[in-house]
């Protein structure tokens, strides 16, 4: 009996384990493979690519070492990365996501209809078609100036005079719908009877707030965070496409900087050296993920 | 009425990027500017569906967005069968690493995947490509899929197996007719994400086997563009995500887009 009992065991594990293999090849073979390479390639000088690139060699910590010292150009990008964090994710998408969200709740049926129709379509279009609307209003001759001009304004293109700037509006507009849908869903699920003890108490509206809503919603604003962190950090191609990360290196956040020394300048190895830093931090973000999801109870093994 | 005209501002607003596309697509001559522009025409479309080089951007992009979607909603749903069935310590240690990829910066992979991809030979190959990119989706479509076997209820596959069913076949012909509202969102996922990925397609691909993101990136350095054109390609472009999102939610509710998205 206990054999038998065994064998069904090794043979359920067998089956687990064909089934999961498919996926776990793919995955080893295109990313695992690449991220350790990452991390070995950043202790060589590895410059071009293809048979040349063979005679690279290992040069130890000297990726690091220039990284790390002053004007490489690494405290920039992280500072770059952090505005864009904050301006267009944390302010842009997340705080006017859930104003809007508070909103909308407020408004008419129709109306609040046809503007979630718009935001979401903002959202759901590729990214490359945002960047080249954006960059059409922005630039020097576009409608931001044509506008301008017609009120008696001076315009320099902001994707000159406020590279970061215009990134970060582009990247507010195209995202605010995930943070708006996320806390649509959470705003529904609080109880109005609530909301109406409250009122009857005397509670205020801030009171109400901050005492009722907000405590209630707190796990989706803390997950919203979370995703919209690992997203904004590493996000390339919205900046890339707009402003190619210039003028200069004013618009270089962490990936841009990486694509240019990697792509642009062919410093393959020196790119891979902030590679590494952009999966620590992106490790980093993770596990604060992971964290909060386990709290939450939604990593609980079923059955 | 005062969030009502607030909401109106702030849609009004939003819709101001969009006005030049949409314009300039149905002129004859659009510049940057809107306004002139010589007239009302569909003659962009026409010219832009009859063009070879459109008309391989798209299909590149068609055969990158359904050669991933298969590939990773079939891996996905086989991975995520023992994820909700098996109980074991692998097992919950197999559920962080998926997470835990989900939140890997694919971009900062690119150099050693370029490194790769030049050495091995499979440098500008739309089917290698295909697999990068399934490898990119498959960490975020296992973990939703798992919660998706997860919601059927084991009962129903055990009269299968007393009938001499394998683990294969309760999955086959129980389990994915169940959840197919979640497979179309998966597919819709993964399908969205493929079509619109820019960086990976231009590292990995060129010339001809370019799809349209990478396409349409050309043109923003490039002179003596006709924008008419451009604009009507964009508006092309930009119509499957939108079309196939409304398709699924009209379907399984906007309520469970949702709880996937959140998941991940």
Known sequence: MRARHLTMKGRRRLTAFIMALPMVVVVLVFLGWPTIWTFVLSFTNM???GPAARHYHFIGLDNYRRLFSSGSGLTDSIRRSLYYLVVSAYIGQAAFGFLLAMLMQRCARGLRAAVGAIIVVAWLIPEIVIAWMWFVLLSDGGTAQQAASAAGLHYTSWLFTHPMLSVSLANSWRGVAFSYLLFTAALNDVPNDLIEAAKIDGAGASRRLFR???????TTILVDLVLITLGTLNDFSLIYAMTGGGPGNASSVLSVFMYRQAFVTYQLAFGTAIAVVMLALGALFAVVYIRILRRQGALNLAR | MLPNLTLIVIGVVFL????????????????????????????NFT????????????GNSLYLAIGTTVFTTTLAIIAAYPLSRFRSRAQQWFV???IFLTGLPIIALMIPAYDFYVSANLINSKFWTVWFLTATSLPFATWIGRSF????????????????????GSLGRIVVPLILPGISVMAVYTFVNAWSNFFIPLILLQGPNEPAAVTIYGYFSQYGVDYGHVAAFALIYSLPPVLLFLLVSRWVGRGFMLGGAMKG
């Open chain 2, 16 to 43: 101001v990027p969009f006005v030049w596309l949409v314009v300039a697509a149905f002129q004859r001559h659009p510049t940057l500017q809107l306004g002139g522009g010589g007239g009302f025409t569909f003659g």
């Open chain 1, 47 to 49: 410059t071009v690519t």
């Open chain 1, 212 to 218: 009722i809503i907000l405590p209630l919603v707190s």
């Open chain 2, 47 to 58: 010219s832009v569906v009859g063009a070879g080089s459109f008309r391989t951007a798209l």
């Open chain 2, 96 to 98: 962080y690493v998926l």
């Open chain 2, 149 to 168: 076997i997860d919601a059927v209820p084991r009962e129903l596959e055990e009269s299968a197996w007393v009938d001499g069913s394998s683990r294969w």
